[in-house]
Structure formats: C-alpha cells, structure tokens
C-alpha cells in the first residue's frame, strides 16, 4: 500500500480554510464500521489424498484467505468465495478512510504549529 498522498501547502493555505477542509474530510470518513485491515490472498492447497490430481499439480483452488494486518499476525481466514467481494470492498474502505485520517492528522499538525488546534 502506498503512503497516503497529503497536500504539501497547507503552511500557505489559511486557518478557515484548514478547518473547512477538516470538517469535509471528516464527513467523508462516513460509516467506518466497514474496513478491514490487511489483504486478500489467493492460495492452492493439496488435500493430501493418495491418487488425487493436486499432488503433481497446482493443488485445489484458488481459495482466498484475509491475512489481518495486525491482530493475530501471520493467521489466515478462510474467506468462503460468496464473501470475497465484500472482504475486498471492506479493504478498499480501510485505504480511503485511512487516506482521509492522515490528511486530518496533517491538517492538525499544522494548526497546532499554529497554535490554533481546536
């Protein structure tokens, strides 16, 4: 993932302006109850019978598993292929609303060089 892009002149914009943006990027962040972060990744497994085609081959598959970014590190879930759609949609949220949090954060480091953080 790439680092959230943040506007370089907010030393030169005003403080109303500032806070306008805030607030807006504030009513963007909406219902956060929808993100998930980590990442989807798609494996092959071998089921281990005696005779079956994956044991030469590329094994049974693609099965997606989220891979949570800090909680329980290193575990994988099974994400059934009804869910991957919404696993990824819930991804994507957590990037834009991660996004507009630095841009906040940004914004309030500037007003408190200010010494106008409300």
Do not use: W
């Not at 504030?26 to 005779?51: K, T």
Request: proline share 6%; net charge positive; aromatic share 4%.
């Amino acid at each position: 993932m790439s680092p959230p892009k943040i506007p370089t002149d907010l030393g030169t914009t005003s403080t109303e302006d500032l806070l306008a943006r805030r607030r807006a990027l504030a009513g963007e962040i909406g219902d956060a109850q929808r993100v998930l972060a980590g990442s989807l990744v798609e494996q092959h497994r071998r089921c281990g019978r005696p005779g079956c085609s994956c044991a030469g081959g590329d094994g049974h598959g693609p099965y997606a598993y989220f891979s949570p970014r800090q909680i329980e590190k290193g575990r994988l879930r099974y994400v059934p292929a009804r869910l991957v759609a919404v696993v990824r949609r819930y991804l994507d949220r957590s990037v834009e609303v991660e996004a507009l949090l630095a841009e906040i954060s940004a914004i309030n480091v500037e007003l408190l060089a200010r010494r106008e953080l409300t």
